[in-house]
């Protein structure tokens, strides 16, 4: 789709260096939902702009602001929409989307549309690559990989604000649980083996 390539051009230029919010992630969300879509009856070019615009406000981490990354992404997307020529309801459920996807709102999507992205999101937090931007956004915040004391968070509660491994707990082994669609759990149950058997091999290390 033309539109969809307009899009990504654009997205490439707004994005910086993030590792973790890069346009390599945008285009490894985007190859996720385009393997949901093709299970679930729905407007593909609305599913995937939804994609390529979900991160063009990324804050850091370490930032109070980064709750509202989706939500500013969601108020910016609908500029560029309408640029293209979208429709008020097509600007509604595409920005709606960006809004909700993201794990700090807590809130299960309203729409399919919603519900995939946030699922297309969330598997590129688990497995390898998941592993692979745990660590960069680490390094990004000078956050240690873990407590010496309780690496694994057995007597205490995980603070991944202080520690790389406590968000393994924080988030990523809850996300399997947290998919919105049949394909989505499948990968994902793939995907949290994987961030399982890292954390068994890290423990015989450590």
């Not at 205490?156 to 393994?168: E, G, K, M, S």
Request: net charge positive.
């Amino acid at each position: 789709m033309d539109i969809l390539n307009s899009i990504k051009n654009e997205v490439i230029e707004i994005l910086d260096n993030d590792p973790a919010h890069d346009f390599d992630h945008v285009m490894r969300v985007y190859n996720n939902a385009q393997k949901i879509v093709k299970k679930e009856k729905v407007n593909p070019k609305l599913v995937l702009s939804a994609v390529l615009l979900h991160d063009i406000v990324s804050y850091p981490k370490s930032s109070k602001r980064s709750k509202f990354s989706s939500i500013d992404s969601a108020k910016k997307s609908k500029i560029i929409l309408k640029k293209y020529g979208f429709s008020k309801e097509e600007i509604i459920i595409i920005s709606n989307a960006i809004a909700e996807h993201s794990f700090a709102q807590n809130k299960v999507p309203q729409t399919l549309e919603g519900k995939i992205l946030q699922d297309a999101d969330r598997l590129d937090a688990l497995g390898a690559i998941g592993i692979a931007r745990v660590f960069a956004t680490s390094g990004s915040l000078n956050r240690p990989f873990y407590n010496i004391d309780d690496p694994f968070c057995i007597k205490r509660n995980p603070d991944d604000n202080l520690w790389a491994v406590d968000h393994f707990f924080n988030k990523l082994l809850k996300l399997e649980s947290m998919m919105n669609t049949k394909s989505g759990k499948i990968e994902a149950k793939k995907r949290t083996k994987v961030l399982k058997e890292f954390l068994k091999q890290l423990k015989d290390e450590v």
